[in-house]
């Protein structure tokens, strides 16, 4: 279930995953669109979190896995950061963002995760544009909306992965 009001005075949520939220508009998009063999899964677990798993692997020119999540457009003018509550598995990911849909590039973010449960902090500002793995002259980010987020993993090596997603909120 989205909810779009705030949950403070300083904070918006995009999404908070329970037992009961409607996952219908996450999407994985695997190398598999350019011949790639990664396969990427979603659904949400026993306690009611997201939950991205899967295989990526570099055959046939492959080597990436990616979750979106679209949404009508969102006014982000009062926020300065998205917090992901996350337990990853140890692995390095890309949160994305996009303030068109319809754009080919994303604006991105690098983390790392460990085996806990973790509260990353992305800086919007900070985010940088990309296109098939290649940084774009352009500006960073500095839109006002957004209208999708997306989390991808390409280490450029086979790899299993698992992430648990409990809430993604804007913050000021």
Same mark, same amino acid.
């Given at each position: @279930?989205?909810? #779009? ?17 409607? $996952? ?17 899964? /979603?659904? +949400? %677990?026993?306690? *009611? ?8 692997? +570099?055959?046939?020119?492959? *080597? /990436?896995?990616?979750? =979106?999540? =679209?949404? #009508?457009?969102? &006014? ?5 950061? $998205? ?6 598995? !140890?692995?390095?990911?890309? /949160? ?6 319809? %754009? ?27 296109? =098939?793995? =290649?940084? +774009?002259? @352009? ?14 993993? !390409? ?10 997603? &409990? ?6």
């Amino acid at each position: @279930m989205i909810i #779009s009001g705030l949950i403070s005075d300083s904070k918006q949520v995009i999404f908070d995953f329970n037992s009961n939220s409607d $996952i219908s508009a996450w999407s994985v998009v695997d190398d598999v669109v350019m011949g790639g063999e990664s396969q990427g899964n /979603f659904k +949400l %677990n026993e306690i *009611g979190n997201g939950l991205y798993f899967g295989k990526v692997s +570099l055959e046939n020119n492959g *080597g /990436f896995s990616s979750l =979106r999540f =679209r949404f #009508s457009e969102k &006014d982000i003018s009062n926020y300065s950061k $998205i917090i992901l509550k996350i337990k990853g598995d !140890g692995k390095d990911y890309q /949160f994305r963002v996009k303030d068109d849909y319809l %754009n080919r590039y994303s604006y991105i973010s690098s983390f790392s995760t460990n085996k806990d449960w973790q509260l990353i902090e992305i800086s919007l500002s900070k985010m940088y544009p990309a296109f =098939r793995g =290649r940084k +774009l002259n @352009m500006s960073k980010f500095s839109s006002k909306v957004i209208e999708e987020i997306a989390f991808l993993i !390409g280490n450029k090596r086979n790899e299993s992965f698992k992430i648990e997603i &409990d809430k993604i909120y804007l913050e000021e």
